[in-house]
């Protein structure tokens, strides 16, 4: 039988944050009224610079918006991070932060990742952007006095286009936990289905990781979208075992729980939103046991599993030897 997925260790290592991320400058001006309560900054490295958004306290998690930008939905999640005791960073990688997801802000955001030098290369997850993205983890960890003493680690959470780089950025060891919602990189096309986007060193690095219970990974999909195919998910259950768990809601036709609109979430039972305590509580990446749901009847949409996460998603075991 497969061990169950053991709850994050505590970062034990001493990683000194490197000179060249004291990159924070902070901005003069006003954040967006969609992001009152959060100080506004910016941080700079290797060359690239984006806004970056911070509130709460506790352990850090780095929160990376999707397409077209930080718009109110993504920072509805990052305020529910803080009331859950989570020191939050949300970057501003495209797009305007704080600006509602309209169609034309999402074809913009297409036209600016396509062109732009750090999002290049669309069939791998970008060095450049993900780059910047362990550097920023890197400082979330020293901001928590991570430098001075065994601090808590960081979390990662990324989503759809930036689903991915959460999984990049857990390349930075100070990183203990990353979460995956829809990973849409590299594009779903012949190899790049089954494909993660990161070089085989990369790969192996992360396996041994979680092989150590160093990093855990959580990733969440749709049955039926076509932008994270299964196959995508199969490579990272053969390739990070039990350091791998995921969630896949059925999204098939005619299942009314699939994919529903923003009111239907609100609705409890409906599997989004049973699903969504999982998304935050993957991202815990400090010592200690997390609260565990009592075992329950499976309701429509989820298979359920015991997990050592909050709730008790879809989990994915390999089968057991003989």
Known sequence: MARPLN??????????????????????????????????????????????????????????????????????????????????????????????????????????????????????QPPGATGWLRALARQAWADGGGAAADGPGVGVIGMCLTGGFALATALEPTVLAAVMSQPALPLPLGAGRASLGLEPREIGSLRERTAADDLRILGLRFTNDRGCPPERFSTLRQQFRDGFESIEIDSSPGNAAGIPGVGALRAHGQPRRRARPSHQAGARPHAGVPRRTPARAPTAGVSRVRSPWRVTPVRHRRPSAG
């Open 7 to 124: 709850p994050p260790k505590r970062m034990t290592r001493a990683v000194l944050p490197s000179p060249a991320l004291q990159g924070y400058r902070h901005a003069m001006t006003q954040p967006p009224t969609a992001l009152a309560g959060f100080v506004e900054s910016t941080f700079n490295h290797d060359g690239y610079s984006h806004q970056v958004f911070t509130a709460g306290s506790g352990p850090a998690v780095v929160l990376i918006h999707e397409i077209p930008g930080l718009h109110p939905g993504v920072i509805d999640l990052a305020r529910r991070l803080v009331q859950r005791g989570f020191r939050v960073y949300l970057p501003s990688l495209f797009g305007t932060a704080g600006a509602e997801a309209t169609p034309g802000a999402m074809v913009r955001a297409i036209g600016r990742v396509c062109v732009s030098r750090e999002f290049r290369g669309l069939t791998r």
